[in-house]
């Protein structure tokens, strides 16, 4: 299986300041179809995981323009522009170029 | 709007069985792969079974291989996973989750619904 690893593991953060998660993988991600499948999920304190980033860069439907991906191969990194108060909460690398799909360990984004 | 709602959790005995549900609406159920992950209590996200939008295929993590099954109905927009032999490691929250159309990753998440394996 493909490990996922993210630094930090906590992150304290001014509001308005920026923040960046970095996750890197075990083994490049790059897909027979020749697409990079990493995506990046926040789960805001008791709610489900939503997508935020999905194949390196690309904003889902719905998220702000705070929140850029980016990377390549086997290191990634999410860049959220300005923290706000509803970013609170943990984010998550997700693979799934091959099968079984894994998580990083998750990442807590928390305001100082 | 899409829409994912889990039920069927409970309290069950270690060794125990229960059937989940996932009831989907807003999208065209039977055009998608359809996942199961779960989540134990304080911990990350784990990923534990997927099928394709025909249901002729299944695929699922080592830890539950053998002992759990997915299945949908596509007339029903039901998505189901039947757990056996339940251990108190499969203790969590399982979250129903759709899969994508143009990459094999997972976009919308259900609420979840909670496993507790417990004597």
């Known amino acids: 299986d493909i490990v996922m690893t993210q630094t930090p593991l906590s992150s304290p953060v001014t509001l308005g300041q920026p923040a960046s998660i970095s996750c890197t993988s075990s083994q490049s991600l790059v897909h027979s179809s020749g697409d990079t499948c990493l995506d990046w999920l926040q789960q805001r304190p008791g709610q489900p995981p939503r997508l935020l980033i999905y194949k390196i860069s690309n904003r889902f439907s719905g998220v702000p323009d705070r929140f850029s991906g980016s990377g390549a191969g086997t290191d990634f990194t999410l860049n959220i522009s300005r923290v706000e108060a509803e970013d609170v909460g943990v984010y998550y690398c997700m693979q799934s170029t091959q099968a079984p799909i894994t998580f990083g360990q998750g990442t807590r984004l928390e305001i100082k | 709007e899409v829409q994912l709602v889990e039920s069927g959790g409970g309290l069950v005995q270690p060794g125990g069985s229960l059937r989940l549900s996932c009831s989907a609406s807003g999208f065209t159920f039977s055009a998608y792969w359809m996942h199961w992950a779960r989540q134990a209590p304080g911990k990350g996200l784990t990923w534990v079974s997927r099928?394709?939008?025909?249901?002729?295929?299944?695929d699922y993590a080592d830890s539950v291989k053998g002992r759990f099954t997915i299945s949908r109905d596509n007339a029903r927009n039901t998505l189901f996973l039947q757990m056996n032999s339940l251990r108190v490691e499969d203790t969590a929250l399982y979250f129903c989750?759709?899969?994508?159309?143009?990459?094999?990753?997972?976009?919308?998440w259900g609420q979840g619904t909670l496993v507790t394996v417990s004597s």
């Open positions: 099928i394709t939008p025909d249901g002729g295929h299944t």
């Open positions: 989750v759709r899969g994508t159309i143009d990459w094999p990753g997972q976009d919308y």
